[in-house]
């Protein structure tokens, strides 16, 4: 199990205030997931390839047709002079 002193350690690390009935609750909660993490360790994992999802996750893209974009663009703007899009001045 941490100890007190550990906990803190990892408390002012973190930027995080506890008191002292904090403490206490932080040192079973802490210690019960390293324990977890080392139970974990003991699984034998040769062969297994890592992965970063749990699903197999493929990009769909979309051909890209600017000309398209363009026209639509022209089409729905309200104002416009010749092939550019009309704006008020900025400055």
Known sequence: MLTK???EKIS???RIEFNDIDIESMRKDLSSILDYIEKLKEIDVEGVEPTTHSFDLKNIFRKDNPKEFKKDLLDNCPQKEGKHVKTKPVF
């Open 5 to 7: 002193e550990e906990v």
């Open 12 to 14: 002012k690390l973190a």
